[in-house]
Structures are given as C-alpha cells and as structure tokens.
C-alpha cells in the first residue's frame, strides 16, 4: 500500500493525516507557504508515520510559519518526533510543543 499524506485547515490549525514519509512529502512541501498562512499549531494526531524527512518537512513548515510572524506550536507529537529530535539534537525550539 503506497502511503498517504493529507491535510486540513480547522481555524489556526493545520491537521495532517496520514504518514509524514519521504515519499508522500512532496504535494505539502511545494504547499508549504500557502498551507502555513494564518496557521499557529500544526496538529499531528492523525500521522501514523514518521521518517527523518519528515521530520525535515516540519522543520521546514515551522520555519515557514515564523516567516509568516507567527509563533508556531505542535500539537500531538508523538514519542516517535520526539525521539527523532533528540537523535539529531534539535534545540526545543525547533520542533516546539
């Protein structure tokens, strides 16, 4: 089964669903400037996967928000994100929840 990764604006959250896998990455990283405007927290309770590029992707969609001057927060991260930024020493504000 190929994975998946969609998403959904509900006020000033941006909810993905699905698996935040490099090989589904693409459609949201190109969308990344428009999908971040007027969002404050990316929800991720609905992704059953992540790889370290995705990771990368919400790094990138962070860094976009705070371009937009927004304080951007996450929502839901699992144990695994969370075990992916401490393998790579993020500091806590670059994935903060």
Do not use: F
Request: hydrophobic letters at 45%; charged letters at 20%; a negative charge.
């Amino acid at each position: 089964m190929t994975p998946q990764l969609s998403w959904s604006r509900e006020g000033e959250s941006l909810m993905l669903q699905g698996e935040l896998d490099q090989d589904v990455l693409d459609p949201l990283y190109n969308a990344r400037v428009e999908a971040m405007k007027g969002v404050t927290c990316i929800n991720l309770q609905g992704v059953t996967r992540v790889d370290t590029a995705g990771v990368a992707l919400l790094i990138h969609l962070i860094a976009e928000g705070k371009n937009q001057g927004a304080a951007i927060s996450l929502a839901g991260m699992s144990d695994s994100v969370a075990t992916l930024a401490a393998l790579y020493n993020l500091p806590g504000d670059v994935l903060p929840r």
